[in-house]
C-alpha cells in the first residue's frame, strides 16, 4: 500500500453508507462534502430489494384474502417490513412519497358522505325515484336504483354509496314482491362506476396529479363509459339474477 499526502484542494472519493457520509459532513470541519447524501440516497434505487418487497406485497395480499388481520393492520404489517428490510431506507423518504392532496381529498369526502346520510338527502332523492319508476316494473325501479347509485358514486366514496343504497334497493324489491339479488347487484356494480371524476375514486384522484389530467378529462372519457356499462347492466343483471 502507497501513501499519499493530501494537500489543500484534493478531492477524494468516498464510498460507505449514506449516514456515515452523512455524519461525516456534520461532524469534521477539515472535509467538505460536495452534493447533498440525503437527497441522493433517496433518488438511488434500493440494489437487490425488489424480490424482497415483491415477496412483501403477495404477503399483505394473502394476509388480506385469509383474513387473519383487518385490512389496516395488514398493510401497516407490510409497511414496517418494507422498513426493517431496508426497502424504503427511512420515514424521509416515505413521507416524501405520498400523494398529499389524495390523502386529503379522500378525506374530505368522508364527511360529506356522512352529512348527506344524515340529512336524509340521498334517501329522499332514492325513493323518489322508486317512486316514479315502480309503475313501470321491476325491470324499470332497477335501471333507477342502478342510475341513481352510479350517479352518487361519482361524489362520494363506493363504500358509503353501498352502504347507503343497498337498503334502499332491498326495501323497493321486498315492496314489488320480486327477489333483491339483482338490486343488491345493481347498488354494488353501480357504486364502483366513479369513471367519470376523480373525486370519489381514489385510483382516479392519484393518477390525475401524475398524469397532469384535468376534471373534464376524466368527463369526456367517463361518461361514454358509464352509458355504455349501464345499458349491459340492465341486460346482463336481470339474466344472471332472475327478478
Known amino acids: 500500500m502507497t501513501k499519499q499526502r493530501l494537500r489543500f484542494g484534493d478531492s477524494l472519493l468516498i464510498q460507505g453508507a449514506w449516514d456515515s457520509i452523512e455524519l461525516l459532513a456534520k461532524e469534521t470541519k477539515d472535509v467538505v462534502v460536495i452534493g447533498q447524501p440525503k437527497e441522493h440516497a433517496g433518488a438511488a434505487a434500493a440494489s437487490g430489494k425488489a424480490m424482497i418487497a415483491g415477496a412483501i406485497m403477495i404477503l399483505v395480499v394473502g394476509l388480506m384474502i385469509l383474513e387473519l388481520f383487518p385490512a389496516v393492520i395488514s398493510v401497516l404489517i407490510g409497511a414496517v417490513l418494507m422498513i426493517v428490510t431496508g426497502c424504503v431506507r427511512n420515514m424521509d423518504d416515505a413521507y416524501g412519497q ?134 349491459v347492466m340492465l341486460i346482463a343483471i336481470p339474466l344472471l339474477f332472475p327478478l
Open 98 to 231: 405520498i400523494n398529499w392532496e389524495s390523502i386529503v381529498l379522500i378525506a374530505a369526502m368522508l364527511p360529506m358522505a356522512t352529512a348527506l346520510e344524515k340529512t336524509g338527502g340521498m334517501v329522499m332523492l332514492a325513493e323518489g325515484i322508486v317512486d316514479l319508476l315502480g309503475p313501470i316494473g321491476p325491470v324499470g325501479v332497477l335501471g333507477g336504483i342502478f342510475l341513481l347509485t352510479m350517479l352518487f358514486g361519482q361524489f362520494i366514496s363506493n363504500t358509503a354509496t353501498a352502504v347507503i343504497f343497498a337498503p334502499i334497493g332491498l326495501s323497493a324489491a321486498l315492496s314489488m314482491g320480486v327477489s333483491p339479488y339483482p338490486y343488491l347487484i345493481a347498488v354494488a356494480v353501480g357504486a364502483s362506476m366513479a369513471f367519470s371524476t376523480p373525486v370519489a375514486s381514489p385510483t382516479n384522484a392519484l393518477v390525475m396529479t401524475a398524469g397532469n389530467y384535468r376534471f373534464k378529462d376524466f368527463v369526456r372519457a367517463g361518461v361514454p363509459l358509464q352509458f355504455i356499462m349501464f345499458v
